[in-house]
């Protein structure tokens, strides 16, 4: 498995992210359940967010990208970098 960080950048007004923010976490806490996200939050300063996630391979994750509404309202926009990682906590789930 490897892991992957995607890195979103609001492209609208914060009112439109805030009017979509439950639906978008409804979207995560799925995506937390299938196991493919690892952990989630904004930025500082508010300008987008950042997912950790782990999957087979990059479908997967553009998969699953897809389906948050974030994107289906083209609020934000969204940059993908995969990695393999060579060293890590013993508690992290990889």
Avoid: W
């Amino acid at each position: 498995m490897n892991l992957f960080v995607i890195d979103l950048h609001y492209t609208a007004d914060l009112r439109e992210i805030d009017a979509l923010a439950e639906e978008h976490r409804s979207f995560l806490r799925d995506q937390y359940e299938a196991g493919l996200f690892l952990a989630s939050g904004p930025k500082q300063p508010r300008t987008g967010g950042v997912i950790l996630a782990r999957a087979a391979d990059r479908v997967e994750v553009e998969l699953a990208i897809n389906k948050d509404p974030f994107k289906s309202a083209g609020v934000a926009e969204y940059s993908v970098t995969e990695f393999k990682p060579v060293m890590h906590a013993r508690n992290f789930p990889i």
